[in-house]
């Protein structure tokens, strides 16, 4: 099956400041999403996004999927966005399949 | 907005216990998977479910993991006899394929998942 890299591991932020979490896949996926995992350990939907650009508020995702990647934009950063961001994909007739998450810590 | 919903949302067991967790999936998808996070690991794909079927398991889906949906609504993962490594968190998900432009979307529609704590 497909591997999922995420990049970084961890992140440290001042509020108000702006950050890129990259996704990584090693082979082509034709599904691919964003989540949020908030302290409750609930995983929100962020984007669906297998191709192109969405943006949704100050949150910003752009799949290269050529390239096998993702980028997921958070900007003007607030406490509230604290988590783990996990992405995921799949490619066709196998399951999806969850990156290691990156840890964002936003500081007041 | 529909939405999957889990019950319950914390469950406390003992090791040997059996465990029902349920779900209700958004009322006109077919696809239905559950995923497994022990605390502080990423999400891990269990088992996918259509037509009344299992599609696809993964080798954590032992046989004292079965699932079902018994009433056309209500999609459940058992756990026959708990062991200590099943305290997780537990995610159902179901797909609504949708077609646009040629184009086929399958996104998965989380649940908020149920913290399963063996003891």
């Known amino acids: 099956g497909i591997q999922v890299e995420q990049s970084p591991p961890d992140l440290i932020l001042q509020e108000g400041a702006n950050s890129t979490l990259r996704c990584n896949f090693s082979?082509?996926?034709?599904?691919l999403q964003w989540f949020h995992q908030n302290p409750w350990g609930q995983l929100i939907n962020l984007f669906y996004i297998p191709s192109g650009t969405k943006q949704n508020g100050r949150l910003s995702a752009t799949t290269v999927a050529t390239e096998r990647y993702s980028l997921l934009y958070i900007s003007s950063s607030q406490t509230t966005d604290s988590g783990v961001y996990f992405c995921a994909g799949d490619n066709y007739g196998q399951n999806f399949v969850f990156g290691p998450g990156t840890r964002l810590s936003v500081l007041p | 907005e529909p939405e999957v919903t889990q019950t319950p949302s914390h469950q406390v067991t003992q090791m040997g216990q059996e465990v029902i967790l349920r779900c209700v999936p958004i009322?006109?998808?077919?696809?239905f998977y559950w995923y497994r996070q022990i605390l502080g690991q990423k999400v891990e794909f269990l088992v996918s479910?259509?037509?009344?079927?299992?599609?696809?398991k993964s080798e954590i889906f032992d046989d004292q993991f079965s699932v079902e949906r018994p009433d056309g609504s209500n999609f459940t993962l058992k756990i026959r006899s708990t062991k200590l490594e099943d305290s997780a968190m537990y995610f159902c998900?179901?797909?609504?394929?949708?077609?646009?432009?040629?184009?086929?979307?399958?996104?998965?529609?989380f649940g908020p998942g149920t913290r399963l704590t063996v003891l």
């Open positions: 998900a179901s797909i609504g394929v949708r077609t646009s432009g040629g184009a086929i979307y399958n996104e998965q529609f």
């Open positions: 082979d082509s996926v034709n599904n």
């Open positions: 009322s006109n998808h077919l696809y």
């Open positions: 479910f259509y037509n009344n079927e299992i599609s696809e």
